[in-house]
Each structure stands twice: as C-alpha cells, then as structure tokens.
C-alpha cells in the first residue's frame, strides 16, 4: 500500500445548532475584541479567535453569501439557516487584500472544517494589525439560545457556540 495519495479526506460532523471552531488557536469572548462594533454586539453575537495557523476553515456545512474582494471578511449560512460573518483581524481592510488568499467564491456550498481564507499572520503583525478574528451571527433575531465556549485552546474540532432557533 502507498502513502494515503487517495485517502478519502474524513469529514468533520455537523450538528444543526452548531458552530465549530475556525482555525487552531485560541477563542475569546466578543465582549473583549478591541473593536466597538464587534464587543458591543452591534452587528450581532458570536466569539472571537487568534490563530495559530493563519486559516480560516468553514465553522459549518452551508452556503458562501459573500467573499469581500479584500478577502478578509467572509459571509456564510449555515445549512440551518444562520447567517455567519467571519472578519479577519481590525482594519485589515486597508491592506486591499494583500496577505490573504480565499479559497471560495460566493455561492458555493461548503463543508465543515473546509478551508475559506488563509492570511499571512507575520506579514500583517509586521503592519500593526490586531488579527482577531470575530465570528459573527448576524440574524440573531432567528436566536433563542446561544452557548458559547470556554475561553481557552481551540482545535479546528472544538465546537464555538451552540444555538437554539425560534
């Protein structure tokens, strides 16, 4: 047998109700991005992370809305129907896109755990960005409930938050 060329790459599972972590590192709680919109929920709730690995992989199985053409923010459904907005670092957006790269274009369905953008952490640390990353849900008026994880480690397999819709 050979070195796995034409290993079936395993899938992650997908709960409904569900969002999982985006990339390795570390998660926080919103409330302490340094960034007013996002702490003080004015787009809408969620968490926060740092990355390790400068991905960023689909929290959930759904649906890209949009790919900003600065490919720092992305926006997704889920599968359930939660309007997802992920924003790669504060201000980023005068970078004009460079130091990331998106692997998805609007419209296309997406998996778990599949890669969406990757960033250059030293590139855009070496210009002064905070590269905390906040995982929005932008439609919280479709939210009864939201559980958030332990501030803490994360893996791509950690779960981020778990909801209830009404």
């Known amino acids: 047998m050979g070195l796995g060329f034409f290993k079936k790459k395993t899938e992650l599972p997908c709960e409904p109700g569900h969002l999982y972590s985006i990339t390795d ?24 992370f740092q990355s390790e690995s400068g991905e960023v992989a689909a929290p959930c199985n759904g649906t890209v809305t949009a790919v900003f053409a600065t490919n720092h923010t992305v926006g ?9 907005l992920i924003h790669i670092g504060l201000d980023t957006v005068k970078e004009n896109g460079k130091g990331f790269k998106s692997f998805v274009k609007q419209g296309q369905k997406i998996k778990r755990g599949q890669k969406l953008i990757t960033f250059d952490i030293k590139y855009l640390e070496s210009r002064g960005y905070d590269l905390t990353i906040p995982m929005i849900i932008v439609n919280m008026d479709r939210i009864s409930k939201l559980e958030y ?11 981020a938050l778990s909801y209830k819709i009404h």
């Open 25 to 48: 590192g570390t998660i926080l709680s919103i409330e302490k991005v340094k960034d007013e919109m996002f702490a003080q929920k004015m787009m809408g709730d969620g968490i926060a």
């Open 149 to 159: 994880a332990q501030e803490g480690r994360v893996g791509i397999e950690s779960e």
């Open 76 to 84: 997704l459904v889920s599968d359930d129907g939660v309007e997802v």
